[in-house]
């Protein structure tokens, strides 16, 4: 028997601890407010300065690209970056979330190609009050991906609980959602957008090139 799936691709890596470490540090450190800009109902979202947004390329793009080779692999012809390979990719926007007890990320998509979430802390607190949810909807500080209409047939949602140190990547346009927790804990994560692009990368902007797929900031350069 053949199985054939089809729908959004959602990539799951383990990154390295170290990696994670100074990203919390540096995200710490940011003062620019991002929240007015997001759907979430957060007090704190703090954007990445561009020198961060090198960094993060520098170091992170090992972990983007086994996604991005998937993505190229579609081989339906209706698939558009099977007919139309991208060439580029750049950067959109890099921010710290820290959510705090009673605080949710209502359904919404994001601008640019594809985003991500990497969880830099999650609380025990946050993962007991998931094992104790008696509830049908995703647990509390889950994060929940909705695709398509409601069919009892097929299952349209997918929940996951955060574990520290995983980043999750999947398209833009993909509906997601994070419920509250009640626990006087905070649950740190971070987001960013990326856009898939044909033409020359921005100048002095995290970008990743292809052909055979390589990211180039106005650094550094990295091949496959």
Do not use: C, Q, R
């Given at each position: 028997m053949r199985f054939i799936h089809f729908g959004?691709?959602?990539?799951?890596a383990v990154i390295s601890p170290v990696l994670c470490k100074e990203l919390l540090k540096r995200g710490r450190e940011t003062t620019v407010s991002h929240t007015k800009q997001l759907a979430g109902h957060l007090d704190k979202e703090n954007l990445y300065t561009d020198k961060d947004k090198h960094w993060f390329v520098e170091n992170f793009k090992q972990y983007f690209i086994p996604y991005f080779r998937k993505i190229q692999d579609q081989h339906d012809p209706l698939f558009y970056y099977a007919v139309h390979p991208f060439k580029k990719c750049m950067i959109q926007n890099l921010w710290i979330n820290f959510m705090k007890a009673g605080e949710y990320n209502p359904p919404h998509t994001h601008s640019g190609s594809y985003s991500f979430v990497l969880f830099l802390q999650v609380?025990?607190?946050i993962k007991?009050?998931?094992?104790?949810f008696k509830g049908i909807g995703p647990g509390p500080g889950h994060i929940r991906f909705k695709y398509g209409e409601e069919q009892p047939e097929i299952m349209t949602k997918h929940s996951i609980l955060p574990?520290?140190?995983?980043?999750?990547?999947?398209?833009a346009s993909l509906?997601?959602?994070?419920?509250?927790?009640k626990s006087d804990v905070e649950r740190i994560?971070?987001?960013?957008?990326?856009?898939?692009?044909?033409g020359v990368g921005v100048k002095n902007t995290p970008t990743y090139e292809g052909?055979?797929?390589?990211?180039?900031t106005d650094k550094a350069e990295f091949n496959i």
């Open positions: 959004p691709v959602i990539g799951g609380p025990e607190e007991k009050e998931s094992a104790d574990v520290a140190n995983e980043m999750w990547i999947f398209p509906y997601h959602s994070v419920p509250p927790f994560s971070v987001s960013g957008n990326i856009l898939l692009t044909e052909g055979e797929l390589s990211f180039i």
